[in-house]
């Protein structure tokens, strides 16, 4: 006999992303090891206490990059609408299902107000978590605006060399 699923009414559902993203997941294993809390630090003197409406979260953003960058979204477009139908990608970021995604348009905004030293300033604090976690060093470039996969290795090396931190990895890459 041919089965045929009837539509039930809509009614609401309690979700807990925790339990459907699998423990194995590669979003899992960065977020084990990616602490962005220093963000807000680095970030506050950016942002006036009094005027304005709120941004969107930094440690939000920067971890937006991070999907971006190993999923290898292009659009800030794509990104968004990505994040908001991806529950593995929510759960890394930290949005509940029923909260909206921030607007496309508020990245490039949030991109201009940071300057180069702060994603500099996250850029080799990130690069110390690699080095410190031994995970694949592609992960270096994640927060750098416009960075391009490191495609082969000996750019990988030039990278760490560049961070100072040649002497810290010997060269070997993990995968995630």
């Known amino acids: 006999m041919q089965g045929r699923r009837r539509p039930r009414p809509v009614h609401p559902v309690v979700i807990d992303l925790e339990q459907l993203v699998p423990r194995g997941h590669r979003l899992r294993r960065v977020d084990s090891v990616l602490d962005l809390r220093f963000v807000y630090s680095l970030t506050k003197p950016l942002y006036s206490a009094r005027m304005g409406r709120a941004s969107i979260d930094p440690v939000v953003f920067f971890k937006m990059e991070v999907v971006r960058y190993l999923y290898g979204i292009k659009s800030n477009r ?24 921030p607007d496309h348009s508020s990245l490039s905004k949030v991109r201009d107000r940071l300057d180069k030293d702060v994603f500099r300033a996250v850029f080799e604090r990130i690069g110390g978590l690699v080095v410190k976690q031994g995970l694949p060093l592609f992960m270096l470039g994640v927060v750098l605006y416009g960075c391009k996969p490191l495609q082969q290795s000996q750019d990988s090396l030039s990278l760490l060399a560049a961070a100072g931190l040649s002497d810290t990895f010997g060269g070997t890459e993990k995968s995630i």
Request: some cysteine; glycine content about 0%.
């Open 78 to 101: 794509q990104l968004c609408e990505d994040i908001r139908v991806n529950l593995a990608f929510r759960w890394f970021l930290r949005l509940a299902v029923d909260e909206q995604v």
